[in-house]
């Protein structure tokens, strides 16, 4: 296989050993980091929750923008 591959056997050795460590890592807890599934839809719904809060703090700034424009286009010297 490794010869059709056009690699050497020992990458072939290599890449599986790297599978298996992280398939392990990906559904087992090691060293008290969990690594469960339930953990990465976790990680994923808190994701777009920071995109969401970031997109609406973007808008705030803009509004803050045109409202400091508007007012100062009102603004009549006495």
């Known amino acids: 296989m490794a010869k ?3 690699v050497s ?3 072939i050795y290599n890449w599986r050993r790297q599978f298996n460590r992280l398939s392990d890592k990906q559904f087992n807890t090691e ?3 969990d ?3 339930k953990e ?4 994923r719904a808190l994701k777009r929750k920071n995109l969401a809060l970031e997109k609406e703090l ?3 700034k803009r509004q ?3 409202l400091r424009i508007t ?6 010297n006495p």
């Open 40 to 43: 990465s839809e976790e990680v």
């Open 9 to 11: 056997a020992q990458q």
């Open 71 to 76: 007012k100062s286009e009102v603004r009549v």
């Open 58 to 60: 973007e808008f705030v």
């Open 64 to 66: 803050r923008r045109t």
């Open 4 to 6: 059709d591959l056009g």
């Open 31 to 33: 060293g008290g980091v």
């Open 35 to 37: 690594y469960s599934k």
